[in-house]
């Protein structure tokens, strides 16, 4: 039996480090994670509704939170200048406002930085959502894969891996494809791997997509 572990959780402490930042007691540590998960959430949604962007997706990296007893800070970064860049002070004062309100936190200010990624075709979420709407839009996996493929190698990662999974194609038989290119050291902990499990929803039914990109060696 294949013994899976995630390769972010597998190198925390050496390469990666954790996306949330708070301490909680036993009891309420459950309410914690899903306090982070309804802000990721939360701001998902608004920027999926509120997107300017040409590409057609939004673009988040990724989404960091720090809490502390009375500041719940959050960190997004983006790829791609979106309607959180070019309205810059009032599109975030319009999403704290969204997320304080779905959130429901009297005891605690909520603040959101953005910080934009220099190399966004380097960040796994990103490359995803790229793939995931080639699928809606009925292309062939095979070109959605390669095309990410190529979009990495602008970058300067060492190499990546691209796997989708499901009824690919519309067969009535769901299997798993996938293409590597370049170096992906999975069990070697002091390569640092971005990882990312995304989930898209076609006409066939849902196809899973996961992304290894193998960054750098220390």
Known sequence: MGQKINPLGFRLGTTQSHHSFWFAQP??????????EKIRNCIKDYVQKNKRT?????????????????????????????LLIEGRTRGIEELQMNVQKDFHSVNRKLNIAITRV??????????????????????S???????????TEQTDTKGIQVQIA?????????????????????????????????????????????????????
């Open 27 to 36: 009891q309420n540590y459950s309410t914690g994670v899903q306090e982070d």
């Open 54 to 82: 040409s590409s057609g997706f939004e673009g988040i990296a990724c989404i960091k939170i720090k809490k502390r007893i009375d500041l719940i800070q959050v960190i997004i970064y983006i790829g791609f200048p979106n």
């Open 118 to 139: 220099e190399n966004p075709y380097g960040q796994p979420n990103i490359l995803a959502e790229y793939i995931a709407l080639q699928l809606k839009n009925r292309v």
């Open 141 to 151: 996996f095979r070109k959605a894969m390669k095309k990410a493929i190529e979009l």
């Open 166 to 218: 499901g009824r690919i194609d519309g067969k009535e038989i769901a299997r798993v494809e996938w293409i590597r290119e370049g170096r992906v050291p999975l069990q070697t902990i002091s390569a640092k791997i971005d990882h990312c499990s995304h989930t898209t929803r076609t006409i066939y039914g849902v196809l899973g997509i996961k992304i290894w990109i193998f960054v750098d060696e220390k």
